[in-house]
Structures are given as structure tokens and as C-alpha cells.
């Protein structure tokens, strides 16, 4: 594959045909002196021949690239023997073009190199070679075209600015597109997978049931045979986790908006606040290092000392350090609402005498109440969809139980353990990742909905 | 009349209002004190969090930063390294080193016989000291029947030692480091002979499963290839689709529905990310795993909300009169906002940009569903190769079970934060240089 090599050659050409289309307009022109015949500034007509050059040339390079490797493969597997290929199954025929595939490129192959693999191969390498020559002059075949093209058509009545104002036009919206894409592209992705799923495992054992043990045991008389992906100790699981790390987040978050926007200095806030932003700006897997090998140990032993069973793996440690993450979120959310309700309603409040703790509980916390709860719906969707600190904290075991100090598992733990390693895309084990997976966004896309929402309208009550 | 409803209250000893102010304000005064208190705790425990959490890691990783070496006068015999004398680089690197370090470790602690002694003695230095010698006779084959004074990786669990991470009070069947072991050891302080020096292997090194040998390094270029792809894909898109949505876009359902999109986008959980490349890059469109090009794939779509979002704050700040100066000499709409308000609007784009570079550079979980989790200890040359990023590193480490990886999960982690420390603080200051109040 030399696709990023031909990828500069093709700016290259761009670069040269701007140079082009620039010389060429003022040529038509009749010279420097003569451009303000032209319709537009010569850099247009540049521009005009870059892009002629440039953009049917990349279409068929990002076609090109990707589906080289799908005709390559499929044209080796009908060059196939029919005695290589003979009662094989779909994954049987994947890992001998795989094979092929590394025989040809000088990896190392999986089972014994036979003469007809070898001929497999080099036909793969030949048919390789040849779509790689292929692809280069067909390129730079259109490059080349197109700047012909503008060339031929650049003349001092070419509209070429407008011309290149509407491409660039037509660039920002498929840009655009590109967020309604990502949706679409999550959604199906999930959904695909979430289907074959389901076909195997019922909705309601995945929604109802209370066992969850994914591994499925190689032979059918061990325990375990079947598995069983009953899902709701996960979600109790990420619920308790979500549920401790709001119980510290909210209070600490809140009083230290309410302690910064209403009693602090501006000095003191100048240098509090981003002190505690930095909270926010810290990986997740920082913070899933502090928990499993500090917090958790802590707790441990402070459990011991006053003779509670504690798991080296608990809740309550992934919780904890999940609500001092979420803590800046919170402050930082509350703190906007906060500011934004009106000075006035402050100003009668302390006319009639009310203290400012007084002012802050009965008239600016009523008014900055949906703003807040927006803002806690949201930190209860980052908490949920949170997945370092759990995994690297909560446990793996599958544990219906409300104890914090259990080892607990969740969601995105599940989906974590699922997906690395090996994956498996006809057995239910890689599948119910997906089912997870869909769950999860759902449950957070209801959740960022109405929070939204509801900020958004508290807003606007304001404006 | 009016002066006789006026006394009558007089008259009759009754509570006025202000009594009953005065008789309250007490009790709110304490309420008023012990609210603020609260306010106070709170921001000092989250203060406390903050120092916390990097007294922790800096205190478990600075010591990562040295590493334990043991001095040994090594005789390069030429018997094992090159029999025939013919100095053929395929010899060189071929023979058995293990010998050389045998033969050194045995000259200096004469006295310990026994195979299990002696695998025991062979165990202070690094499996990888044989390596280490080899380059150092490939690079000047002239070392070859010489003998000179050689500093040598000492193993993970002597570093260990050295560094007071293994309790030297502690019976010794409960012990890593048996107690002839601690005797070797302490005549080798007492001689000069084991020293802690700076930690090269930690900055040039790929990942290792000796804590001794496992460097950052693989892990960087992984980070800093992924990284770049991740900016080169996504700036120029949120930039357009900022322009667009800001300056460009129609009122209508279709920009209400891409608004929509990217605000929920961006508070979408990361983890889901991971899946859409799984189940597209991946599977779909066939994109190599475990790569920088895949994870840049998935951390560009991850991070477009947040840049955009940005983008488009800092277009909105630009005053409507600078479009409209620049429309009434003539230009087009999109010269207008190319030649003028996007420039005026660039500091606050990068700076959305670097935070969400920041935030690219340390995600974790979605980069584990597309394999970058494999263990590589190869450097990556490519985009196309093999890699694993900084985070990921941190996470593989902080799993090992090893103690000598503890404190290189956390000098990992200090690495980390200094990266994302210095890309904020350049926001920051980028802000500030070139804000404009208008």
C-alpha cells in the first residue's frame, strides 16, 4: 500500500496546478497589466484548477483504498483450487486467506506453506501489485485530466470565484454531515450487532434476569454451558457506583459553586477554580490507577481496623473516586447557573433583610433549581458511561447486592472485558457487548436529552 | 384619631417587628456562619483531592526516575564472544553473554556455591544485561579481551530493595529478597559497587514484561502518531463545520437536527465510541486495528463536538460589524469570513483545539475496543503499525503484578499530566495573548 505517498504526489499536483490556473488566467488576460479583464482575482483561477485536479482524483483514491483489498481477496479466493476451499466454513476460509495474505507480505503463515498456497499467494501479490500500478495512473490519469480541463476552460468570463466559493460550499456541508453520520453510524453499529443478540438471547432474560456469566465453557458438560447474560446485576452495579459518586459530587460540587460565586473574593476564586478544574482535565485511568491502588487499599484497611469485611475490588472505592472526578463538572455547571440568575432577586431579597445564606436558600437556589438539575443529569450520565475507574477499580464478579463494599461490575466494564481479546462475532459473548453498548447510549442519550433541555429552557427564562 | 391607633400598640406591651428580628437574629447569624463553613469545607476538600491525588502519584513515581545499577568488572573473553577470532558481526551477536555476567558475578562473590545459590546470585541483575552487553561489543568490537568496569541493570527486585520498597524487617519466607540476597547486596553498597542513577531505559525502551527493561517510549510515538493524525483530521473539519453552522447554515430542520447532533455527541459516554470502530473502522471498512490511523479515527469523532462547540463560541464573539465592513467593500460573503472573521476568531479555535487534544490524549477506553491494548514492544514507524498510547500503557502497567511497575505506572502518569499540563497551560496563554475584547 503506497496510498499516502501517491496522497503527496496528488497535493503536489494540486500545488502545481494552482500555479497553473494563476500563470494561465493572466495569460489569457493578456498579461499583468491587462487582469482587471478577468472576472476574478487570478488566485481564484488557481484555485479553480487545484481543485479540478485535486478533488475527482481524491474521490477515487478514498474509493479506491477502500475497497482494493475486499476485489483483491475475492478474486485469490476464486483463483482457489476447489480442493483447497472444499468443506470449509466461513471462518476456515478467512484464516486461509489470512494466510495468504502473510505469505505474501513475508509474515510469518500458521500452518505448512504447500505449493498451491504459494501460487495463492503470489497471485495475491501479483494482483496487488497490479491494482497498486493500476490505482497510480488512473489518479494521476484524472489529476491530470482535470487540470487539462481547467486549463482548457479558464477564460476572462469564467465565473471562477463563484465557482470555488459553491465547492467549498458543498465541503462544509458534507462536512457537517459528518455529526449526523457519527449518530447514524453509533446507532446501526449497535443496533446490527444488538439484533443478532437477540436472536440468540431473549430480551427479557437479558433485561430481567439475575445471572450474568458471559463465558461460555468449550464443551457442553461443563458448568456454565450455556452462559447466561441476564443483565440487571450490571446495571444495579453501575446504578450503586453512579449513586455513590453523586452522593459525593453534588454536595461538594454545589457548596463550592454556591462558596465561590456568592461569599468568595475574587482573588480567592481567580485561583480556587481552576485549581479545582484541574480535577476535570485529569484521564480517567489516572484517576482508575489512584482508586485501585490507593483508595482501595485505604478502605480496605480502614474496614479491617473497625472490623468490616472489605473487598480489595469494592464500590465504594470506584464511586468515591468517581464523585471527585465529577466534582469540577458539577461546581462548574452549578456555577453558570448560579451566575446566571439576575442580580435583582438578589438585591430584594437583602432589601428585605434576608441574610446571604438566607438569600442563597430561599430565592437564588429555587431560581437556579432546574439549571441545577440539568447539570446533575448530566454528571449521572458521565458517571454511568465512566469506564476507567470501574474497570481498573469496581471488580469483574457479577454481584446482586446493594453493600458497597462488595465488589461490584457494571456496564462498561462488561462491554470492556467482552471486547478485548478475543472477539468472536457469531457467539453471543462478543454480541452482548453490543447489547450493553446499546443500553448504555440509550440510557445516556435520554438522560443528555432532557438535561439539555431543561438547561437550555432555563436560559432562555433568564435572557 | 390617627395618634390613638398610632400609641395603641404602645400601650399594650406587644412584640414589635423588630423584636422579633432581633430575637431571631441570633439563631441566623449561626445559620448564616455554619452555611458559609460548608461552602469553605467544600472547597477545601476539593482542594484537598487535587493535592491528594498528586502527592500520590508523585510520591509512588519520582523514584522511577533512577534505576538501580551494579558495578562488575566484566572480562570480555574472547573464548565465548569469538571463538575464531574472525569478528564476523553474526558471531558477535549470536554468542552467549549470559557467560560473560555469570563468569563476572561468580569472580566477585566467590564464596557462593550450590545451583540454587547461584541462580539466586544470577538473579541481581536484569535478564537483560546479556543485551546490554552485546550492544556494547557490536558497537566496539575492540572491548574483546579486554576487562573493564561495567555498570550493569540490576534486577526489579533489587531496584526494589534499594529503593526501600521491600521491607527489610519482615520474616524472610514473606520476602521477595532472601536474606543472602540482602548480603550480596549490602557488601555491594559497602563497596561502591551498586548505585542508583538516572533511568535512560524508561524514555528509550518499549513496553517490557521485566519492570527493569519497560520503557515509555513505544508508547509516546504511539500517543504523539495518534495525536497528530487525530488534529490533521479534525481541525480543518470543525473549523468548516463551525464556518458553516455559524455563518452559513439556514435556518431549518436539517441545521436544527446537526445542532442537535452535536451537542448530544459530545456528551455521549467515550466507551460508545469504541464501539462504532469496531463495528464500522474495523469490520466495515476494514481499517487495520490496534493502529494509530484507526484510534486517530475514533478520537476524531470523539473530540469534533468539543472543537466544534468551541469554534463556534469564538466565531460568535467576533461583532457583526467586522462581517459588514468587509461586505460593503465588495468582498463575498466567504471572502468576508475567510479573510476576516475567521482570523479574528483562530486564538479561541485553537484553543478549543488544544483542549480537545488534551482530552484525545489521555482517553482510554475506546482506544481498548480497537486493540490498541496489544503488547508492542517494537517502536512504531508507521501510522499503519502496531501501537499502544501512553494512557493504554498506563492501564496495561497499572494491571501488572509486579511492584516495580507501580512506580513506573506513576512516573507514566507524571509524564502524562506534564504533557497535558503543558498543552493547557499553552491554551491558556493563548487565550490571554490573544483574546480580544471587542
Keep these: 500500500m503506497q496510498s499516502p505517498v501517491l496522497l503527496l504526489v496528488l497535493l503536489g499536483v494540486m500545488a502545481l496546478a494552482y500555479w497553473f490556473g494563476y500563470k494561465r488566467a493572466i495569460s489569457v488576460a493578456g498579461g499583468v497589466n491587462r487582469i482587471k479583464t478577468l472576472h476574478s482575482l487570478p488566485s481564484y483561477y488557481g484555485l479553480y484548477a487545484a481543485l479540478w485536479a485535486g478533488l475527482p482524483a481524491l474521490l477515487l483514491l478514498g474509493f479506491w483504498v477502500g475497497f482494493q483489498d475486499v476485489i483483491v481477496t475475492s478474486l485469490v479466493e476464486e483463483e482457489l483450487p476447489a480442493e483447497m476451499t472444499a468443506g470449509l466454513s466461513a471462518g476456515q476460509k478467512g484464516l486461509l486467506l489470512n494466510d495468504i495474505e502473510n505469505l505474501a507480505t513475508g509474515n510469518i503463515v500458521s500452518g505448512e506453506v504447500t505449493p498451491a498456497l504459494q501460487a495463492a499467494a503470489d497471485n495475491y501479490a501479483h494482483l496487488q501489485g497490479l491494482a497498486d500500478i493500476a490505482l497510480w495512473s488512473l489518479v494521476l490519469a484524472v489529476a491530470l485530466g482535470g487540470l487539462a480541463l481547467a486549463w482548457k476552460r479558464t477564460h476572462p468570463k469564467l465565473r471562477a470565484r463563484n465557482r470555488v466559493e459553491s465547492t467549498l460550499m458543498v465541503i462544509l456541508v458534507v462536512f457537517s454531515s459528518i455529526a449526523i453520520l457519527t449518530t447514524l453510524g453509533i446507532l446501526l453499529s449497535v443496533i446490527f450487532e444488538s439484533i443478532l443478540f437477540f436472536q440468540k438471547v431473549s430480551v427479557t432474560e437479558f433485561f430481567l434476569g439475575s445471572e450474568w456469566s458471559p463465558q461460555i465453557a468449550l464443551r457442553a458438560d461443563q458448568v456454565g454451558a450455556s452462559g447466561a447474560f441476564g443483565a440487571v446485576p450490571l446495571f444495579t452495579g453501575t446504578l450503586l457506583v453512579s449513586l455513590i459518586a453523586m452522593l459525593i459530587a453534588v454536595p461538594i460540587g454545589l457548596m463550592a459553586a454556591i462558596y465561590l460565586s456568592e461569599y468568595a473574593s475574587a482573588k480567592i476564586r481567580a485561583i480556587t477554580k481552576p485549581v479545582l478544574e484541574v480535577l476535570a482535565g485529569i484521564p480517567t485511568v489516572v484517576y482508575g490507577f489512584f482508586a485501585a491502588l490507593t483508595v482501595a487499599p485505604f478502605i480496605r484497611d480502614l474496614g479491617a481496623a473497625i472490623g468490616l469485611e472489605v473487598a480489595s475490588e469494592s464500590a465504594l472505592a470506584a464511586g468515591l473516586v468517581m464523585g471527585i472526578m465529577i466534582i469540577p463538572f458539577v461546581s462548574s455547571l452549578s456555577d453558570d447557573v448560579i451566575n446566571a440568575v439576575p442580580q435583582a432577586m438578589r438585591d430584594g431579597s437583602y432589601a428585605l433583610g434576608a441574610t446571604r445564606s438566607e438569600t442563597i436558600r430561599k430565592v437564588i437556589f429555587p431560581a437556579a433549581l432546574p439549571g441545577i438539575v440539568g447539570g446533575i443529569l448530566l454528571a449521572v450520565s458521565r458517571a454511568i458511561g465512566e469506564t476507567m475507574i470501574v474497570v481498573m477499580a469496581a471488580g469483574m464478579s457479577a454481584n446482586l447486592t446493594w453493600n458497597p463494599l462488595e465488589a461490584v461490575t457494571t456496564v462498561t466494564v462488561q462491554m470492556v472485558t467482552l471486547l478485548t481479546g478475543d472477539q468472536e462475532f457469531d457467539s453471543p459473548k462478543t454480541l452482548a457487548a453490543f447489547a450493553l453498548g446499546l443500553t448504555l447510549f440509550v440510557v445516556t442519550l435520554i438522560l443528555n436529552v432532557i438535561a439539555l433541555h431543561i438547561v437550555r429552557k432555563y436560559r432562555e427564562q433568564y435572557e | ?438
Design chain 2, 1 to 438: 384619631m390617627n395618634k390613638q391607633t398610632f400609641d395603641a400598640p404602645v400601650e399594650a406591651p406587644a412584640r414589635r417587628t423588630i423584636d422579633t428580628v432581633n430575637a431571631g437574629l441570633q439563631r441566623r447569624y449561626a445559620a448564616e456562619k455554619r452555611f458559609r463553613l460548608l461552602g469553605v469545607g467544600a472547597v477545601i476538600l476539593g482542594l484537598l483531592f487535587v493535592a491528594i491525588l498528586f502527592l500520590d502519584i508523585v510520591g509512588k513515581g519520582y523514584t522511577a526516575f533512577q534505576q538501580t545499577y551494579i558495578q562488575l568488572p566484566i572480562r570480555f573473553d574472547p573464548e565465548v564472544i569469538d571463538p575464531t577470532g574472525t569478528r564476523a558481526p553474526d558471531t558477535l551477536s549470536g554468542a552467549d553473554y549470559r557467560k560473560l555476567v555469570r563468569a563476572a558475578l561468580q569472580a566477585r562473590f566467590p564464596e557462593v556455591s550450590g545451583r540454587r545459590n547461584k541462580r539466586a546470585l544470577y538473579r541481581l541483575l536484569s535478564p537483560g544485561v546479556p543485551q546490554q552487553l552485546r550492544e556494547r561489543v557490536l558497537a566496539d568490537p575492540g572491548l574483546i579481551g579486554s576487562e573493564s568496569d561495567v555498570w550493569l541493570l540490576a534486577d526489579d527486585d533489587i531496584d526494589m530493595l534499594v529503593k526501600g520498597h521491600i521491607d527489610r524487617a519482615a520474616p524472610e519466607s514473606e520476602r521477595r529478597v532472601k536474606d543472602r540476597t540482602l548480603a550480596w547486596v549490602d557488601t555491594l553498597v559497602a563497596d561502591n559497587r551498586l548505585e542508583k542513577k538516572f533511568n535512560t531505559t524508561f524514555f528509550s525502551q518499549g513496553a517490557s514484561r521485566e519492570p527493569e527493561l519497560a520503557g515509555i517510549a513505544g508508547a509516546l510515538m504511539g500517543s504523539l502518531y495518534t495525536l497528530a493524525l487525530t488534529l490533521l483530521f479534525s481541525f480543518p473539519i470543525a473549523v468548516g463545520v463551525a464556518l458553516y453552522l455559524e455563518e452559513f447554515a439556514p435556518k431549518n430542520r436539517w441545521t436544527d437536527l446537526i445542532e442537535v447532533n452535536i451537542n448530544n455527541l459530545a456528551a455521549v459516554p467515550s466507551i460508545v465510541f469504541g464501539l462504532l470502530g469496531l463495528a464500522v473502522f474495523i469490520n466495515f471498512f476494514g481499517v487495520p486495528r490496534s493502529t494509530p490511523l484507526i484510534g486517530a479515527l475514533v478520537l476524531t469523532l470523539m473530540t469534533l463536538p468539543t472543537i466544534i462547540i468551541a469554534g463556534r463560541a469564538a466565531l460568535t464573539s467576533v461583532p457583526p460589524s467586522i462581517r459588514e465592513a468587509a461586505l460593503g467593500v465588495g468582498a463575498s460573503p466567504l471572502q468576508a469570513r475567510l479573510h476576516h472573521v475567521l482570523p479574528a476568531a483562530m486564538p479561541g479555535m485553537l484553543t478549543g483545539t488544544i483542549i480537545g487534544m488534551a482530552r484525545a490524549l489521555g482517553e482510554t477506553a475506546p482506544l481498548l475496543m480497537i486493540g490498541m491494548v496489544a503488547f508492542i514492544v517494537d517502536l512504531p514507524r508507521e501510522v499503519t503499525d502496531p501501537a499502544t498510547v501512553l494512557p493504554v500503557q498506563i492501564y496495561l502497567w497499572a494491571d501488572s503484578p509486579e511492584r516495580g511497575f507501580v512506580e513506573r505506572t506513576s512516573a507514566a502518569i507524571m509524564v502524562l499530566l506534564g504533557f497535558l499540563i503543558v498543552m493547557n497551560l499553552t491554551a491558556v496563554l493563548l487565550r490571554q495573548k490573544f483574546e480580544r475584547r471587542w
